[in-house]
Each structure stands twice: as C-alpha cells, then as structure tokens.
C-alpha cells in the first residue's frame, strides 16, 4: 500500500486570463476534500504594452485579499529594468516578460509581457 507522509504539501497551479500564474498548498487533508482549491491569481497592469527606449512604465500588481511587499523582475536585462516599486524603465529592443512575486520564494507571482522597442 502507498501512502502519503503526513507533512507533504502538494502545489495545485494554474494559468488566469491575464497571463498570472496561481498556486494553492494543499495538505494530503485536503485531498479527500471535494471543493476546488482557491487559486490565487496576481493580476498584472498595464498586460501587453510596447514602449520605446527611453521611455517608462509604471507596473501595478494586485493579489486579491491581500497587500504584500512586491518583489519584481524581468527576463530580458538588455531590454527593461525594474525597481523595487514597479518602475519599468525601457533599456533595447526585445521581448521582455515582467514578473511580480508575492514572497521571495516565488510561489506567487504574475507575468506580463512587455515588447521594448
């Protein structure tokens, strides 16, 4: 027989319709449970902009329950920078996706995309 160790911690994750990224914890507990798991979405704004270079966008991220410290990203250096309060400031030309986390581990966060050019 197989069984589940009593302090496992399943991750249940989905996609929302602004492209941000939701995750629940669930305890074995709670997998006999027939509800759904509550997905919590962090919504990106402004989704899908271009910008030139030289310009800046300011970000605004949004858990919905909840006020907590954003912790921001890029994936594309060469293209966008971002501070600490959501600024985007446009460096090159590129494809860049902005990322706005939640906590520092990374179990909630939200992405938008962002073309700089």
Do not use: H
């Not at 919504?43 to 991220?61: W, Y």
Request: hydrophobic share 40%; glycine share 12%; charged share 15%.
């Amino acid at each position: 027989m197989r069984t589940t160790p009593r302090n496992t911690t399943f991750w249940v994750c989905g996609l929302g319709l602004a492209l941000g990224l939701g995750c629940s914890a669930l305890s074995p507990n709670d997998l006999g449970n027939k509800q759904e798991p509550k997905q919590q979405l962090v919504a990106l704004t402004p989704d899908g902009m271009t910008i030139d270079v030289g310009d800046s966008l300011q970000m605004k991220a949004a858990l919905p329950g909840s006020s907590p410290t954003w912790y921001w990203g890029v994936s594309n250096p060469a293209a966008a920078s971002i501070d600490g309060q959501g600024l985007v400031r446009a460096i090159g030309p590129g494809e860049v996706t902005i990322r706005a986390c939640a906590d520092e581990l990374g179990r909630t966060c939200g992405f938008a995309p962002l073309t700089v050019r």
